[in-house]
């Protein structure tokens, strides 16, 4: 079955304590998204991929890392989370300028 | 930087009404796709428009792409309660095909 994986699902932390949200897919896409999604805001892009080793900031960046070693992988890690960092994670992945595909969700809680 | 604004924030309407959400870019968009995403889950892609002008259909859902490729609109004819959920635009914009900005996005209640 064609999907995007995330995990952890749910993970309550607490501010500094570094952390890593895996993304995984299996349909072969060349890019891969990092989106946050806050009430009234609607989904912003944190990172992106257009393919392995080629990674890009998205709108908002700052406090989070990326990399995409593989094809499959797009790891979001945050180095030292703060609680503005309180949000739900998607990753997402599409071949060409094609649909999005998007994974289950991550909802994080820095304290 | 781009912005896709989107409007109405929320919608509640009874089950059989119809419901409209719209977007606007400040710039050309190279083409626009629709998301719908159910309560506590995730964007799931609906439809992608990239003509000037286009007018797509899926069943009750109607999409249009405005003639200078800067609005959008979805219209759903008839309600039901399995349309609940929060719609979202997302453009794209010049040779950064695969960079979507999305819209803030509509939340529909619909009332049985």
């Known amino acids: 079955e064609a999907q995007v994986t995330q995990n952890p699902r749910y993970l309550i932390t607490v501010t500094g304590k570094k952390l890593t949200v895996t993304c995984s897919q299996n349909m072969n896409h060349e890019y891969m998204s990092w989106y946050r999604q806050d009430p009234g805001l609607g989904l912003r892009q944190i990172y992106y991929s257009m393919n392995v080793e080629v990674t890009d900031k998205g709108d908002v960046p700052e406090g989070y890392k990326v990399s995409r070693k593989e094809k499959r992988n797009f790891p979001l890690i945050l180095e030292s989370p703060s609680p503005n960092q309180t949000s739900l994670y998607f990753c997402?992945?599409?071949?060409?300028?094609?649909?999005?595909?998007f994974g289950p969700g991550t909802r994080l809680t820095v304290l | 930087g781009q912005q896709v604004m989107q409007i109405p924030q929320y919608q509640h309407v009874q089950e059989g009404e119809d419901f409209t959400t719209y977007c606007n870019s400040s710039?050309?968009?190279?083409?626009i796709q629709w998301y719908k995403q159910r309560p506590g889950g995730h964007p799931v892609f609906l439809i992608q428009l990239v003509k000037s002008g286009e007018v797509k259909k899926q069943k009750r859902l109607t999409f249009q792409f405005g003639e200078a490729k800067k609005n959008s609109s979805l219209h759903i004819t008839a309600t039901q309660t399995t349309d609940v959920g929060t719609y979202f635009c997302?453009?794209?914009?010049?040779?950064?095909?695969?960079?979507?900005?999305f819209g803030t996005g509509t939340l529909l209640a619909v009332q049985p």
């Open positions: 710039t050309t968009l190279s083409n």
């Open positions: 997302a453009g794209s914009y010049g040779g950064a095909t695969n960079k979507l900005i």
């Open positions: 997402a992945s599409s071949s060409g300028s094609r649909e999005q595909f």
